[in-house]
Every structure is written in C-alpha cells, then in structure tokens.
C-alpha cells in the first residue's frame, strides 16, 4: 500500500496550462506502475494517462493525447501530468492511482489518492 497526495490543480483558461504532482509515500514508489485519472460532475471516473514501472511506457486516453504528458521521477516519490491547450471539457476532479498490476488495465489501479480540482474556464 502506498498514500498518494495530489496538487497542483486549480482555475485556468481555455487553452492554458497546468502541471499535477503525485507524491507517493514509502520506498517502493519505483516499483508501481502510475496512472492519472478523472471524475467530471455528473460522469463517471476515467482513465487519463499511465506511465509504468522500470524503463517506463506510456499510454493516453484518446481525448488527451498530444496535449498530456505523464512523467515521473523516482528520486522524489513523485508523478506528474503536465497538462496544455486545456479545454472546457477537461474540468473535473483529477486522481492518482497506482498499482502492481499491468500497467494499461485501468480497473486494476487499488491506491487512491483524495483528488485534485482542476476547473477550465471558456
């Protein structure tokens, strides 16, 4: 098990940026693979974007892709989505989660972080 705590969120135009963190709690941050996550009003939770473990691979949601980027520095116990040419459609409570399990099955992520707001104005 690992704690996860998430920032970095907050009010922002159309087509600015934001940069999340996730900082992971204990030494074993290295070995689980990663993911962001997100909950708009109204719909369901879904996948964003996930980064593994070791030499890391990465995956995106279609609705993100070339405008998302998932990265993580093992040093510091931390993941990070940098996030631009944001949209109106991308508000929505973002998570981190991570797992031992593949890195791509997004129902098999079982640490939760508690949210971060990220609001996009038009």
């Known amino acids: 098990q690992v704690q996860l705590v998430e920032s970095g969120g907050g009010l922002v135009q159309a087509g600015g940026s934001l940069r999340l963190s996730c900082v992971s709690s204990?030494?074993?941050?290295?070995?689980?693979?990663m993911g962001w996550f997100r909950q708009a009003p109204g719909k369901e939770r879904e996948f964003v974007a996930t980064i593994s473990s070791g030499i890391p691979s990465t995956y995106y949601a279609d609705s993100v892709k070339g405008r998302f980027t998932i990265s993580r520095d093992n040093a510091k116990n931390t993941v990070y989505l940098q996030m631009n040419s944001l949209k109106p459609e991308d508000t929505a409570v973002y998570y981190c989660?991570?797992?031992?399990?593949?890195?791509?099955?997004?129902?098999?992520?079982?640490?939760w972080g508690q949210g971060t707001q990220v609001t996009v104005s038009s």
């Open positions: 204990g030494r074993t941050f290295s070995i689980y693979n």
């Open positions: 989660a991570a797992t031992r399990k593949y890195y791509r099955d997004s129902g098999g992520y079982d640490n």
